[in-house]
C-alpha cells in the first residue's frame, strides 16, 4: 500500500511558475512509476507527466518543454515544476504511482488555478 498527498497548488498569473510536490509513504520501494495526471473541468484526466523507474520520462503534448517532472533521492516525493503556466492548465492535479504488482495508487488531488 502507498498513501499520497500532493500540495504546492494555488493561484497563478499566466506566465508563472509553480512547483507541485507529492509526499509518498507505504511500501514506496515497490514504486516503478510516478507520474501526474490533472483533470479540467468537464474534461477527461490527462497524463502530465510520468517518470519511469529506469529514468525514463514522458510529457504530455501541451506541457513539453514547459514542465518537468522529478523525484527526491529518498525516492519518497515526486516533484512537478510546471512555467510559462497559461489558462488551459488550470485543473486539479492528481499524482498517481504504480507499484510493481501494477497496482494504481492515487493521491487526492491539488487545486492549479492560472488566472490574471
Known amino acids: 500500500q502507498v498513501q499520497l498527498v500532493e500540495s504546492g497548488g494555488g493561484l497563478v498569473q499566466p506566465g508563472g511558475s509553480l512547483k507541485l510536490s507529492c509526499a509518498a509513504s507505504g511500501d514506496i520501494f515497490s514504486i516503478a512509476v510516478r507520474a501526474w495526471y490533472r483533470q479540467a473541468p468537464g474534461k477527461e484526466r490527462e497524463l502530465v507527466a510520468a517518470?519511469?523507474?529506469?529514468?525514463?520520462?514522458k510529457y504530455g503534448d501541451s506541457v513539453q518543454g514547459r514542465f518537468s517532472i522529478s523525484r527526491n533521492k529518498a525516492g519518497n516525493t515526486v516533484y512537478l515544476e510546471m512555467k510559462n503556466l497559461n489558462f488551459e492548465d488550470t485543473a486539479t492535479y492528481y499524482c498517481k504511482v504504480v507499484d510493481t504488482r501494477r497496482q494504481d495508487y492515487w493521491g487526492k488531488g491539488t487545486l492549479v488555478t492560472v488566472s490574471s
Open positions: 517518470l519511469y523507474a529506469g529514468g525514463q520520462l
